[in-house]
Each structure stands twice: as structure tokens, then as C-alpha cells.
């Protein structure tokens, strides 16, 4: 066995492990798309986009969860 074939063998598996991580990682993503706060940051992916005046904002914010200085929580 010389070199160039244990290079061919090594290459094969570096390619194989490497393929299997991304695939992992991809569906590690995809099935961890929330945050242990419970956020999903998929909706925050168009702000740059979408920051124009008119536009919707990402997450409304009522004027009852603003706190107020002086008003005890």
C-alpha cells in the first residue's frame, strides 16, 4: 500500500465525515429554530431589508408592556 493510495483512502473518509457534520448541523438548525428564551430569530433574517418606515414592525410592542418611570412593576 503506498502513499497515494492511503492518501485516497483518507480523502474518501475527510469527505464522507465532513458530509455527515454538515448534514447534522443543517438539521440541528432546523429542528432547534427557537432559543432557550423562546425567540424565534427566523423573523429578525428581513429587517435589513424591510426597514422602511411603513413597513410592519418585527415584534410589536403594546403600550402596556412599555414600563412607565414611576409606576411600580
Do not use: C, W
Request: aromatic fraction near 16%; avoid cysteine; charge should be negative.
Amino acid at each position: 500500500m503506498g502513499i497515494a493510495e492511503l492518501q485516497a483512502y483518507g480523502y474518501f473518509v475527510l469527505t464522507f465525515f465532513l458530509v455527515v457534520a454538515l448534514y447534522g448541523y443543517i438539521y440541528h438548525l432546523y429542528t432547534k429554530k427557537r432559543d432557550a428564551s423562546g425567540v424565534d430569530y427566523e423573523s429578525y433574517s428581513n429587517m435589513a431589508l424591510k426597514d422602511d418606515i411603513d413597513d410592519t414592525p418585527v415584534s410589536a410592542l403594546s403600550d402596556e408592556k412599555v414600563p412607565v418611570e414611576g409606576k411600580k412593576k
